[in-house]
């Protein structure tokens, strides 16, 4: 009987234990490619687009670099490329692979103003990331923790009926702020959204989770968070103008995201929790 009681226990506890394993995220850096050297040279925009205009990945890097779209780029005189271009597009862009402090979040976006960029982590690894335009000098996008609210493939600005939105996903109700697809001039130029482009509107907006409402007025479940940090020196040249003479000089440290992070930390896994308990 002794014996019966032991196996039962210990094939008890190997269950318990593979179901917790198996509970545990899979934390596993995605493959990507490394270019020989980060370093980069201000190029004449219409000679290099001459050379480049057939080449779908160097275009990509180039427009992330300095977070602007298709049409703006034309308009600039000279831009800053890589050297090497070889590399996926995160290795050109400011927010680092891993974040400690994110290890049990299961889903973020964040948003650096300073940097003019954006990243998406699952818990504490780099999934995405890619340029963006925020709040003008006179519109300045609020900054904090948000949850994503609801989303529409294409709806019009409460600012102006005539501006149309697309990829929109909504993180401030009441003041109407959101990210969504739309034009990248190069500089924070938006009415406090966080403009993307179409590739990355249409990624976030399909990888980002929506609010659930009890009801009209009250939500049940908030969506993915999102932290909007720091500030725009408005008045000083393009902060990636920086890059030729120092590569790293827009690097964001992961000891500054996690204490960027850390006064947030708590409310991100309770609203998470209270997510998964209601699945």
């Known amino acids: 009987m002794k014996k019966s009681i032991i196996a039962l226990s210990i094939v008890t ?4 234990s593979c179901k917790k394993e198996s509970d545990e995220p899979t934390r596993k850096l995605p493959e990507r490619k490394e270019p020989k050297n980060v370093s980069f040279t201000l190029e004449n925009s219409k000679d290099w687009l001459e050379k480049n205009k057939d080449n779908t990945k160097n275009l990509d890097i180039a427009y992330a670099v300095n977070r602007v779209d298709k ?5 600039l005189d000279s831009v800053v490329i890589p050297t090497d271009l070889s590399g996926d597009r995160e290795f050109y862009l400011p927010f680092p692979f891993e974040v400690s402090s994110l290890d049990k979040v299961d889903k973020i976006i964040l948003f650096s103003y300073p ?22 000098k006179i519109h300045k996008t609020p900054t904090g923790l948000f949850f994503t609210n609801w989303k529409a493939e294409e709806t019009t600005s409460t600012f102006n009926d005539e501006w149309e939105l697309k990829w929109n996903f ?8 959101g990210f969504h697809e739309y034009e990248l001039p190069g500089v924070p130029a938006s009415h406090s959204c966080l403009r993307l ?17 009890a009801n009209a007025e009250t939500v049940k479940i908030k969506g993915t968070p999102v932290i909007v940090f720091g500030s725009y020196d408005f008045d000083a040249p393009k902060p990636w103008l920086q890059l030729v003479d120092n590569p790293k000089a827009l690097a964001i440290s992961e000891s500054e995201l996690n204490s960027i992070i850390k006064p947030h930390l708590n409310t991100i896994l309770k609203e998470q929790k209270n997510r998964k308990s209601a699945k």
Not at 13 to 16: A, C, D, T
Not at 71 to 75: A, D, E, G, L
Request: charged share 20%.
């Open 13 to 16: 506890l190997f269950l318990f």
């Open 71 to 75: 049409s703006n780029f034309t308009k």
């Open 115 to 136: 940097t003019q960029a954006f990243a998406t982590y699952e818990y504490g690894i780099l999934t995405y990331t890619g340029p963006t335009s925020m709040g003008s």
């Open 170 to 177: 909504n993180i401030e109700n009441k003041e109407g702020v």
């Open 197 to 213: 482009l179409e590739k990355d509107a249409k990624h976030m907006y399909n990888w980002a989770d929506q609010w659930v409402l």
